[in-house]
């Protein structure tokens, strides 16, 4: 088991930056995908980026390619989000998730952190 604590969001001015802190516990995640997901007041969960634990791929959403990259520092047991360049379409509340043998799918990660929140204001 893993269990996965999101931190690091906050309000923003447009064209500033964040950086997200997924933190676990129970297990390494050097071994496990690691994504992240975002979800808008009435839209559904969206799909971020991730990073595949086996040979560190990357991938991105087209609306955040350039703007976001996700990282892992394996010492501390966290993966971060790097968010620059933030615009007004990107207020969400922001899900870490591991374990996964598709990046790109909510519904097929098997571990999942509560959220934190971020608003961008313009």
């Known amino acids: 088991q893993v269990q996965l604590v999101e931190s690091g969001g906050g309000l923003v001015q447009a064209g500033g930056s964040l950086r997200l802190s997924c933190a676990a516990s129970?297990?390494?995640?050097?071994?496990?995908?690691v994504g992240w997901f975002r979800q808008a007041p009435g839209k559904e969960r969206e799909f971020a980026a991730a990073?595949?634990?086996?040979?560190?791929?990357?991938y991105y959403t087209d609306s955040v390619k350039g703007r976001f990259t996700i990282s892992r520092d394996n010492a501390k047991n966290t993966v971060y989000l790097q968010m620059n360049s933030l615009k007004p379409e990107d207020p969400a509340v922001y899900y870490c998730?591991?374990?996964?043998?598709?990046?790109?799918?909510?519904?097929?990660?098997?571990?999942w952190g509560q959220g934190t929140q971020v608003t961008v204001s313009s």
């Open positions: 129970g297990r390494s995640l050097d071994y496990y995908t």
């Open positions: 998730a591991a374990d996964t043998v598709a990046p790109r799918e909510y519904k097929l990660y098997r571990y």
């Open positions: 990073t595949r634990g086996t040979d560190g791929t990357t």
